[in-house]
């Protein structure tokens, strides 16, 4: 099993930069893919960006250019760099980690996943 907490949410405005983190433990981090989804009221839940064991990475054309997804396996942790946030970007932000023994492999949805964080609300005003 693995415990995944998130930080770093909060309230910002548009134009603005956060930074999200995800601090995993109960398996080996470098032994785990990683991904950031994000859902908002009434939508589905998309990915905003992902990345294998080995640090290969993927965006979304939503994000892309905005979002940047990084990890520190010495630190357990995940990150999301997000800039230039818009009112759209308005949701809640959830870490997402799965084992898989192909070091270069990206998951890109959802149903991919194994364990999740309980999420961090972003909320970007206009």
């Known amino acids: 099993q693995v415990q995944m907490v998130e930080s770093g949410g909060g309230l910002v405005q548009a134009g603005d930069s956060l930074r999200l983190s995800c601090a995993a433990s109960?398996?080996?981090?470098?032994?785990?893919?990683m991904g950031w989804f994000r859902q908002a009221p009434g939508k589905e839940r998309d990915v905003v960006a992902a990345i294998s064991r080995s640090g290969y990475t993927y965006y979304p054309d939503s994000v892309k250019g905005r979002v940047t997804i990084s990890r520190d396996n010495a630190k357990n942790t995940v990150y999301l760099q997000m800039n230039s946030l818009k009112p759209e970007d308005t949701a809640v932000y959830y870490c997402?980690?799965?084992?898989?023994?192909?070091?270069?492999?990206?998951?890109?949805?959802?149903?991919?996943?194994?364990?999740w964080g309980q999420g961090t609300q972003v909320t970007v005003s206009s």
């Open positions: 109960g398996r080996t981090f470098s032994s785990l893919a």
């Open positions: 997402a980690a799965r084992e898989f023994n192909r070091a270069s492999y990206i998951f890109q949805r959802s149903d991919e996943y194994f364990y």
